[in-house]
């Protein structure tokens, strides 16, 4: 697959200096991140079926769209393993989950969390196979949480 990605590259010593770097330049908000490296760009693009100027999302009011690209950098860059990434892109893809000025990539808002399994759905029981649990519900920085203590650690 001969992928060409049109994003800066940025010249570094070794890894370190490339979260460093990320640190300075303000891509991070003081978590570590992983440096993406154009392989792994290119793996993430090859698992999850995008071009990397297939556009993926955006939000109108601020005259911004994302890229294929643009999503698999930043998913790298904040750990994600690529046979996740698939699972990024279906969340872009309809829209995230928490901005209400986000929208997909025809423009119409989406929210993901219509395809979450135990979202707002504190003490109900799960959905797992074979769970007898019940959601709980935890409160972090004003975000809430939703998850089964039985299957989910």
């Given at each position: 697959?001969?992928?060409?990605?049109?994003?800066?590259?940025?010249?570094?010593?070794?890894?370190?200096?490339?979260?460093?770097?990320?640190?300075?330049?303000?891509?991070?908000?003081?978590?570590?991140?992983?440096?993406?490296?154009?392989?792994?760009?290119?793996?993430?693009?090859?698992?999850?079926?995008?071009?990397?100027?297939?556009?993926?999302?955006?939000v109108p009011d601020r005259a911004?769209?994302?890229?294929?690209?643009?999503?698999?950098?930043?998913?790298?860059?904040?750990?994600?393993?690529?046979?996740?990434?698939?699972?990024?892109?279906?969340?872009?893809?309809?829209?995230?989950?928490?901005?209400?000025?986000?929208?997909?990539a025809d423009g119409e808002l989406?929210?993901?969390?219509?395809?979450?399994?135990?979202?707002?759905?504190?003490?109900?029981?799960?959905?797992?196979?074979?769970?007898?649990?019940?959601?709980?519900?935890?409160?972090?920085?004003?975000?809430?949480?939703?998850?089964?203590?039985?299957?989910?650690?």
């Amino acid at each position: 697959m001969d992928v060409r990605l049109a994003s800066q590259r940025h010249a570094v010593e070794d890894a370190g200096e490339a979260i460093e770097f990320c640190y300075r330049t303000g891509w991070t908000d003081g978590l570590p991140v992983v440096p993406p490296t154009e392989r792994r760009v290119i793996e993430f693009l090859a698992n999850g079926g995008h071009e990397p100027d297939d556009i993926i999302g955006g939000v109108p009011d601020r005259a911004r769209v994302f890229t294929a690209e643009k999503v698999a950098i930043n998913a790298v860059m904040a750990g994600c393993l690529k046979e996740y990434f698939p699972i990024v892109l279906a969340a872009i893809e309809a829209g995230g989950s928490s901005l209400r000025d986000y929208a997909r990539a025809d423009g119409e808002l989406g929210y993901f969390q219509h395809h979450f399994a135990v979202y707002d759905r504190e003490d109900q029981p799960c959905p797992g196979r074979d769970c007898k649990g019940k959601i709980k519900r935890i409160v972090q920085s004003g975000r809430s949480t939703f998850y089964c203590p039985s299957c989910q650690r």
